[in-house]
């Protein structure tokens, strides 16, 4: 179920990186026009935006070696979960307008246009002291 669109795979291999947010991600658009083209930026390209590049360009090197992106769609659509990117037309306006919005959404069941309420669960994989 997850969409098809061609910005898809190097979204989701961005945001398993764990390093890049929404902020980060539009310094990268910015910089490289987009985020496949971010696997062909140089470091230094990349590093003035004043983002990690090396440790972000490392990561996105190890993810599509490993084909983890790939894995995570793969498995998303096994549990029927749609996956969206922020820049997908069904992201909802709200969150896309908040400051630091998600890369993605992980979506089970069907997100209503004109709901009023909504909740949503927020969880880290690698959480801090603080947020624990």
Known sequence: MATKDDRLL??????????????????????????GALAEASP??????????AQILRAMRTIRTEGLAEKEIALAETEG????????????????NIYDPPLLLYVKGALRENAFLSIGIVGSRQCTVYGK
Request: hydrophobic residues 40%; glycine residues 10%; contains cysteine.
């Open 44 to 53: 230094g390209r990349l590093a003035s935006t004043g983002l990690p590049a």
């Open 81 to 96: 979960i749609d996956i969206l990117t922020i820049e997908d037309e069904r992201y909802p306006p709200p969150l896309r």
């Open 10 to 35: 190097p979204l989701v291999a961005l945001n398993l990186t764990g390093i890049v947010g929404a902020v980060s991600y539009r310094k990268i658009i910015a910089s490289c026009g987009s985020v």
